[in-house]
C-alpha cells in the first residue's frame, strides 16, 4: 500500500516518549501514516481540524485540555473514531467509560502507568483496535446516548441520584427495525428465563442503551459478557447501575442469580452459571485460558449456560470484532432452548460478532440497537 493510500493518525499525549512509541507503533503498520503529534487535548482539537486525520489515539490525563474535554469538542464538531489510552486506576477506570460514552470507539489500558515503558507489550493490541476504529460508521458513534429510557412502570431501585424525568429520545433518522420470524420468537413459559448479552468493540455505549430500558420488573437475571480487561468492568457496572431501573453488578463468585440484575463479567474471569438445587450461581473461572484471546469469553459463558437443559434463553449479541459467541451459541442451540437477537449492521459500532451469528444463520430476530430492550421485553412476556 503506496503512502498516499495509508490512512492517516493523529497521536495524541502529553509525553514526548508516549507521542513517540505509539506513533513508532503505528508508523510500522503499512496500512497507517501518522500525521502529526498533539500535547494536549487543545492541540488536538486543533488538529483534528486542519490535519483532518481518520483515526486519533488520545491520552486521559493531559493538562490544558483532557482527553474527555478533547473527545466531546471533537466529537461534536469533527468527528472522527478515536482510541483512549487510560491507566487502570479506578480514576483512569471511569474516565474510559465517560469516554466510552463521549463516542470513544474503544480503548487500551496502558500496562505501566501515565508513563508507560513497557507499553510495547500492548503494541498488538494498539494496532488492532486503530485497525477496527478505521473501519466504524460513524453515525453509530455520534448519536446521542439516552441515559434513560421511558421505562416501563416500576418500583424503582433506591440509588444515591437525582431524581430525573425520563425522556424518549426519538431513533436515529432512517433506522428501521428489523425482525425475522416474530411470531416464532417465544418464551416457553417451563422453566426459568435468563438473559444472556454478549459484546465487545462499542458495547459500553450499546449496553446502556439497552439495559436503561429495561425495567427492574422484567423478571429474569441478566448475565453480560463485555470484552475489557481487569480493573475496567466495576465502572461499567456501577456506571450503569447509576442508570439503570435494574441493578447492575459485577459478577462475583458464588453469588445467588436474582431476577432484575443485570451481573457484567470481570476482566480477566469467564463468567460461568452453576445450580445448586432449584437455584443458579455465579462461577468464575480464571484458569480457563482465553479465548480467541478474550477472559471473559461470551463463547464459554453460551457453553455453560448449554448444560442446563432446564432452563430457557434470550441471548443478545452485539456490537464487537471478531466471532465470540458463534460456537457457543451453536452449543446451545444444539442442548437448549433459546431464542437469539443479533445487533443489526446498520447501528453495530464494529459488525464482527452479530454478522458471525447471523451468517451462520444462528440469528431468530435482526434488530437496530435502539429496539433492542423492546424486543427483550416481547419476547420474554409473550
Do not use: W
Not at 493518525?9 to 497507517?32: C, N, T
Request: glycine share 8%; charged share 25%; with cysteine.
Amino acid at each position: 500500500m503506496g503512502a498516499g493510500s495509508r490512512k492517516k493518525a493523529l497521536v495524541v499525549d502529553d509525553s514526548a516518549f508516549m507521542r513517540k512509541l505509539i506513533s513508532d507503533f503505528l508508523s510500522g503498520h503499512p496500512e497507517i501514516e501518522v500525521i502529526g503529534t498533539a500535547r494536549n487535548g487543545k492541540e488536538a482539537v486543533d488538529k483534528v481540524r486542519t490535519l483532518k486525520p481518520d483515526v486519533v489515539t488520545m491520552d486521559v490525563e493531559m493538562p490544558i485540555m483532557n482527553g474527555l474535554e478533547a473527545l466531546q469538542e471533537i466529537m461534536a464538531k469533527h468527528p472522527v473514531p478515536v482510541v483512549m489510552l487510560s491507566s487502570t486506576t479506578k480514576i483512569g477506570a471511569e474516565n474510559t467509560m465517560l469516554a466510552m460514552e463521549y463516542g470513544a470507539v474503544d480503548f487500551v489500558a496502558k500496562p505501566g502507568g501515565a508513563i508507560s515503558l513497557n507499553l510495547h507489550e500492548a503494541k498488538e493490541e494498539i494496532l488492532e483496535k486503530v485497525i477496527a476504529a478505521l473501519g466504524v460508521r460513524m453515525s453509530t458513534l455520534t448519536r446521542k446516548v439516552p441515559s434513560q429510557h421511558l421505562a416501563m412502570p416500576t418500583v424503582r431501585k433506591t440509588v444515591n441520584r437525582p431524581v430525573e424525568s425520563k425522556v424518549e429520545l426519538p431513533p436515529a433518522e432512517g433506522l428501521q427495525r428489523q425482525v425475522i420470524s416474530t411470531s416464532k420468537n417465544k418464551i416457553s413459559k417451563v422453566g426459568k428465563t435468563f438473559v444472556i448479552i454478549g459484546t465487545s468493540t462499542g458495547g459500553p455505549r450499546a449496553l446502556q442503551e439497552v439495559l436503561t430500558g429495561i425495567p427492574a420488573s422484567i423478571g429474569v437475571p441478566i448475565l453480560v459478557v463485555q470484552h475489557m480487561p481487569p480493573g475496567f468492568t466495576k465502572s461499567l457496572a456501577d456506571r450503569l447501575d447509576g442508570l439503570c431501573d435494574i441493578h447492575v453488578k459485577e459478577a462475583e463468585d458464588g453469588e445467588l442469580l436474582e431476577n432484575g440484575t443485570a451481573y457484567i463479567a470481570p476482566g480477566g474471569k469467564h463468567l460461568k452459571m452453576k445450580k445448586n438445587g432449584m437455584n443458579y450461581f455465579v462461577k468464575l473461572d480464571a484458569v480457563d485460558p482465553p479465548r480467541m484471546g478474550h477472559r471473559p469469553s461470551v463463547d464459554v459463558l453460551l457453553e455453560s449456560a448449554a448444560e442446563n437443559t432446564d432452563v430457557n434463553y434470550l441471548t443478545v449479541i452485539m456490537t464487537g470484532m471478531g466471532y465470540d459467541g458463534r460456537i457457543g451459541m451453536e452449543v446451545l442451540r444444539r442442548n437448549g432452548r433459546t431464542v437469539t437477537i443479533a445487533e443489526s449492521a446498520k447501528t453495530s459500532v464494529v459488525y464482527g460478532m452479530p454478522k458471525a451469528i447471523k451468517e451462520a444463520g444462528l440469528a431468530d430476530e435482526v434488530v437496530d440497537l435502539h429496539d433492542i430492550s423492546e424486543s427483550i421485553l416481547e419476547i420474554i412476556k409473550s
